[in-house]
């Protein structure tokens, strides 16, 4: 193998290895793994799942219930008071067991807040002083707990529980978009440190190279000592803001991969991202989106009806309350548990319990009035929130339109300032331009460049935030949905 081979060979393995410590990425791909691996879309994850079961459980309340309850044992031993027939007090020695087991069925009742249930009854008693043992129960027994005039929040509960599972499905949504929002802003903070980056390392060497120029010219008497200094001077402006931009880039780097989640210890390269494809956003369109899918239009009903619900409480419970319970059944006793299904006799309890508040010094109608004036309260406050809404729509529908126009001019901006610096560049090495107008090309550049990085910046959080506001893919004429 040649000298000449072994060269090349080493070269091409530096270079691979260097390639290898770089990874490339796109605003895309930025944005899909942000959506995978961010702690915000896992934390949003977390939350569509408290949400769904929040509304399983609101779902199992409306259901038959199969519950068992039991005292087992209850045991006593201990002296207690008897009363004679001639009014004195005897203090008895008792010592006893009283278990109990209760199986019930029930099932509430949503339109009129009250609970039907079927359950069956067993107890024992245990007399240790006299050695006795007997069997109390209910084989079958059928019941209503049913509140009259009283609130009933199992009929707000169904009106509200469903917009609530509603608008946290949303919101899972949003926070996707929230987060695409997000990864993009760490996108472009990176990639405008890159490309300043790029302009220093860009600056450093054209300076360097012209110092080097003007130093050879200084000799042959073709500019003078002050133009040497201040491409002197230039250069190590160059070198300083180099160094500041390589930082900036870390910190750029660093904040990027901590938003993604991601562990990968190589550089990232990010490309600059074109602008999405012309599309034409109809303001209407893009505010009937917005009221049909953001969790904010569902929470404004919602805000609505949990104002009227309070209004409603506090109306039923400032007047007559009553709560009617009533059973049928049969009970039985004996010595033995089989004596209680044995011919049980009729079981029937019927009670009916009022409340009336008579004298309550106002109490009840200020909580009433309260009520109406947070409802009223509410009111104004959805209408007014529904404005700005709408206000912010078509504000981001009309700023993303403009910044679509803007992109294209500062890109034609961008390379008429790199052409012109490339001709100026030209012109000073044939010594026919002067120093100071070198310069002047040289910030027209870097400012054109940066202009045009800042305007697709502006442009993509515009895009993404009217995602996030409307839940619509304008691009794709769709509504936006996750799995």
């Not at 099932?107 to 007997?134: E, N, P, W």
Request: glycine fraction near 4%; include cysteine; charged fraction near 25%.
């Amino acid at each position: 193998m040649t000298v000449r081979k072994l060269f090349l060979l080493i070269f091409v393995m530096a270079a691979g290895r260097a390639s290898a410590q770089l990874r490339k990425l796109t605003l895309e791909e930025v944005v899909q793994q942000s959506r995978e691996q961010s702690i915000s879309s896992k934390q949003a994850v977390t939350q569509k799942k408290t949400n769904y079961w929040q509304y399983r459980s609101f779902q199992a309340d409306y259901k038959p219930q199969l519950s068992l309850l039991g005292t087992l044992p209850g045991f006593t031993r201990s002296y207690i008071q008897v009363v004679q027939p001639d009014g004195t007090v005897s203090f008895q020695q008792v010592s006893n067991n009283n278990s109990t087991l209760n199986l019930s069925l029930s099932q509430s009742i949503a339109m009129t807040g009250g609970t039907v249930y079927v359950q069956q009854q067993m107890q024992r008693f245990d007399d240790f002083q006299r050695d006795v043992t007997r069997y109390n129960g209910i084989p079958f027994e059928i019941g209503i707990r049913q509140p009259l005039f009283q609130f009933n929040p199992l009929k707000w509960d169904r009106k509200i529980s469903p917009l609530k599972y509603q608008e946290g499905n949303q919101q899972y949504i949003q926070s996707l978009e929230q987060v695409a929002l997000d990864a993009t802003g760490f996108y472009f903070d990176l990639l405008v440190a890159q490309v300043n980056l790029q302009i220093a390392e860009k600056n450093r060497s054209n300076n360097d190279t012209l110092f080097k120029i003007a130093r050879h010219k200084l000799e042959l008497g073709k500019i003078s000592q002050n133009d040497l200094l201040q491409l002197q001077m230039g250069l190590l402006t160059a070198q300083k803001d180099l160094a500041s931009a390589q930082q900036s880039a870390a910190v750029a780097s660093l904040k990027l991969k901590m938003y993604m989640g991601s562990r990968d210890e190589r550089e990232l390269e990010l490309g600059i991202p074109s602008e999405a494809c012309e599309f034409a956003i109809d303001p209407q369109m893009a505010l009937d989106e917005a009221f049909a899918n953001r969790s904010a239009s569902v929470a404004f009903r919602r805000r609505l009806l949990e104002a009227d619900r309070d209004v409603q409480q506090a109306r039923r419970n400032n007047g007559l309350n009553a709560t009617l319970n009533a059973t049928f059944g049969l009970s039985n006793q004996g010595n033995l548990p089989r004596e209680v299904y044995m011919s049980p006799q009729d079981r029937e309890f019927v009670e009916l319990q009022l409340t009336l508040p008579i004298l309550t010094w106002g109490r009840n109608k200020a909580r009433t009035e309260v009520a109406r004036a947070a409802q009223e309260f509410a009111r104004q406050s959805v209408e007014q929130d529904k404005l700005t809404f709408e206000q912010e729509i078509f504000t981001q529908v009309t700023l993303l339109q403009m910044l679509q126009k803007q992109v294209k001019l500062t890109q034609v901006a961008d390379g008429i300032a790199a052409d012109r610096y490339q001709i100026a560049k030209e012109r000073f090495i044939l010594s026919d331009l002067s120093v100071t107008d070198l310069g002047i090309a040289t910030q027209e550049k870097d400012i054109a460049r940066r202009d045009y990085i800042l305007a697709l910046r502006d442009y993509w959080q515009a895009y993404y935030s009217l995602r996030l506001l409307t839940l619509y893919d304008f691009e794709r004429g769709r509504k936006i949905s996750y799995q």
